[in-house]
């Protein structure tokens, strides 16, 4: 058993990918494409998703860390499972020979794999009480390791130490408990995960908003920039037009405009 797969096997898993990967083989989104999504709705993420074929890659209902900011990055994906006795043990072997010390909490083995505008996604089944995934001290060493935040389909503990952290960071959750985290095995790392009712793969691009959490595919990611881009640009076409007078709301407000409107916001655009 391994913790996480190894190269080929996350080459495999992501083959629709053709672009940069981290050593370990898992998707790297550009840098540049995650920016453009920072500016993206949900709306115009599930919109394009839908188009392209991917319409359950969203999750709501979550309460959230630092609402202000909006969550964007790359998924490390994490899965936990009800605690046996025989496979922690297979997993405790495997983690020393991949490297994490036995005295640590599987949770923190996840924490050291992030990088840089990464995001830890955590499917912990829903579990709060003794699911606590990140306190304000992981919290913290996942704020200072990447600067982003998290997903976690469970709990949290030291709530008002996670609200502390600076630095754009926000950390999505069911529920806050005092409980640390216990009862649980970590079955792997960077395997598809099931958060809500959408499926995570590693290297997805998680988009968190004061709506949810949309997750959207590695490869999908500079469609769904660019289609939040086009809408932006026309959204500010048709109030400036409606502003102006020059055309009526119903001619606006509409799911593809006339030629006559099509042919003045492409002028527009240009200018």
């Given at each position: 058993?391994?913790?996480?797969?190894?190269?080929?096997?996350?080459?495999?898993?992501?083959?629709?990918?053709?672009?940069?990967?981290?050593?370990?083989?898992?998707?790297?989104?550009?840098?540049?494409?995650?920016?453009?999504?920072?500016?993206?709705?949900?709306?115009?993420?599930?919109?394009?998703?839908?188009?392209?074929?991917?319409?359950?890659?969203?999750?709501?209902?979550?309460?959230?860390?630092?609402?202000?900011?909006?969550?964007?990055?790359?998924?490390v994906t994490a899965q936990f499972?009800?605690?046996?006795?025989?496979?922690?043990?297979?997993?405790?072997?495997?983690?020393?020979?991949?490297?994490?010390?036995?005295?640590?909490?599987?949770?923190?083995?996840?924490?050291?794999?992030?990088?840089?505008?990464?995001?830890?996604?955590?499917?912990?089944?829903?579990?709060?009480?003794?699911?606590?995934?990140?306190?304000?001290?992981?919290?913290?060493?996942?704020?200072?390791?990447?600067?982003?935040?998290?997903?976690?389909?469970?709990?949290?503990?030291?709530?008002?130490?996670?609200?502390?952290?600076?630095?754009?960071?926000?950390?999505?959750?069911?529920?806050?408990?005092?409980?640390?985290?216990?009862?649980?095995?970590?079955?792997?790392?960077?395997?598809?995960?099931?958060?809500?009712?959408?499926?995570?793969?590693?290297g997805d691009v998680v988009l968190?908003?004061?709506?949810?959490?949309?997750?959207?595919?590695?490869?999908?990611?500079?469609?769904?920039?660019?289609?939040?881009?086009?809408?932006?640009?026309?959204?500010?076409?048709?109030?400036?037009?409606?502003?102006?007078?020059?055309?009526?709301?119903?001619?606006?407000?509409?799911?593809?405009?006339?030629?006559?409107?099509?042919?003045?916001?492409?002028?527009?655009?240009?200018?």
């Amino acid at each position: 058993m391994r913790i996480e797969p190894t190269k080929d096997a996350l080459c495999e898993l992501t083959e629709a990918w053709r672009g940069e990967r981290f050593g370990s083989g898992r998707p790297r989104v550009p840098d540049e494409v995650l920016d453009g999504l920072r500016l993206a709705t949900t709306e115009e993420a599930w919109s394009a998703l839908h188009e392209a074929g991917y319409p359950r890659q969203f999750a709501g209902g979550w309460c959230r860390t630092h609402p202000e900011n909006v969550l964007v990055g790359r998924a490390v994906t994490a899965q936990f499972v009800p605690h046996r006795p025989d496979l922690d043990a297979v997993v405790v072997a495997a983690g020393a020979r991949e490297g994490h010390h036995e005295g640590d909490r599987q949770n923190s083995w996840v924490i050291e794999l992030l990088e840089p505008g990464d995001v830890l996604v955590v499917d912990i089944f829903g579990k709060v009480v003794e699911g606590t995934v990140v306190g304000d001290n992981l919290g913290t060493a996942v704020a200072s390791r990447i600067g982003v935040g998290a997903v976690i389909d469970g709990g949290v503990r030291d709530l008002q130490g996670l609200r502390r952290l600076g630095g754009g960071v926000n950390f999505f959750y069911r529920a806050a408990d005092p409980t640390p985290i216990r009862g649980v095995t970590l079955a792997g790392v960077n395997l598809p995960i099931r958060i809500g009712d959408a499926t995570v793969l590693p290297g997805d691009v998680v988009l968190g908003t004061e709506t949810g959490v949309s997750v959207i595919p590695a490869q999908l990611a500079a469609d769904v920039a660019a289609a939040s881009e086009d809408t932006r640009v026309r959204d500010a076409f048709g109030k400036q037009r409606l502003a102006e007078r020059r055309y009526t709301s119903a001619q606006i407000d509409v799911a593809t405009w006339s030629e006559e409107i099509e042919a003045d916001f492409q002028q527009w655009r240009q200018s």
